[in-house]
């Protein structure tokens, strides 16, 4: 092992852990939020609380409709949240096959998602990997959380935190440029997983490291791996 070993490594979940749901999964579920509300949205209004929904599309949605944000919010996490938990059990969502080389990691690790926490806890425990980690976030049902997700590095702010850990001595690997974009920010190095939703994914901040599986983190020189890993 290096002398120069990272201290800890942070995982993004969603296109890392554990696979993406199909968008029309978490469409149906901003339809069936605003049918809770006796609402007929513009198919526009239904994409913008979708995916990627920013504190502006939230704001605009909520005053064409006379809707109160933190109960259209609420009601739109927990929606995605079980029609998420749907997909697992359908067997839509699953774990990746690579997931194991997190496992080998010889580190304190964590996690760091912009999908809702109560959906990180389901996942983690029905997957039976939640002893992995020593801290996992994810966003709370609250418009709030909108600002914190990445690329701002609120969650990342705090993974470290709990972790006892200097950023420019820990890793995090992600799928999307805001995890790059994230990572960066606070001084992490950053591992950008190109996984086949990502082939072709433009980056305009570099990554520390491009691989294409987990697997591949396990040969970096400053990520350690345990015993019986090494002996494998």
Same mark, same amino acid.
């Given at each position: 092992?290096?002398?120069?070993?990272?201290?800890a490594v942070?995982?993004?979940?969603d296109g890392v852990l554990t696979t993406l749901v199909d968008r029309s999964v978490l469409r149906e579920a901003a339809v069936a939020t605003f049918d809770s509300f006796d609402v007929d949205p513009?198919?526009?209004d239904v994409d913008r609380v979708t995916i990627g929904v920013s504190p502006d599309d939230l704001a605009a949605v909520c005053e064409t409709y006379d809707l109160a944000p933190d109960e259209f919010w609420r009601v739109r996490d927990e929606t995605a949240s079980r029609a998420q938990v749907d997909a697992v059990h359908r067997g839509e969502k699953r774990l990746y096959d690579d997931v194991h080389a997190v496992d080998a990691i010889d580190l304190p690790r964590g996690v760091v998602s912009s999908n809702q926490q109560m959906?990180?806890?389901?996942?983690?425990? %029905?997957?039976?990997i939640g002893s992995?980690?020593?801290?996992?976030?994810?966003?709370?049902?609250?418009?709030?959380?909108?600002?914190?997700?990445?690329?701002?590095? %609120?969650?990342l702010d705090r993974a470290l935190d709990d972790l006892d850990v200097a950023a420019e001595r820990t890793l995090y690997v992600g799928d999307s440029?805001?995890?790059?974009?994230?990572?960066?920010?606070?001084?992490?190095?950053?591992?950008?997983?190109?996984?086949? %939703?990502?082939?072709? %994914?433009?980056?305009?901040?570099?990554?520390t490291y491009d691989v294409e599986t987990l697997a591949a983190l396990l040969a970096l020189d400053r990520v350690p791996v345990s015993e019986s890993e090494a002996a494998r």
């Open positions: 092992m290096t002398d120069d070993a990272y201290d942070i995982f993004d979940n513009a198919p526009e959906t990180l806890d389901f996942l983690f425990d %029905h997957f039976a992995w980690f020593e801290t996992v976030y994810g966003r709370e049902p609250v418009p709030e959380s909108l600002a914190r997700k990445k690329p701002a590095t %609120h969650y440029w805001v995890d790059v974009v994230a990572g960066d920010s606070v001084g992490c190095d950053t591992a950008f997983v190109r996984r086949p %939703h990502r082939r072709d %994914h433009a980056l305009d901040t570099e990554p």
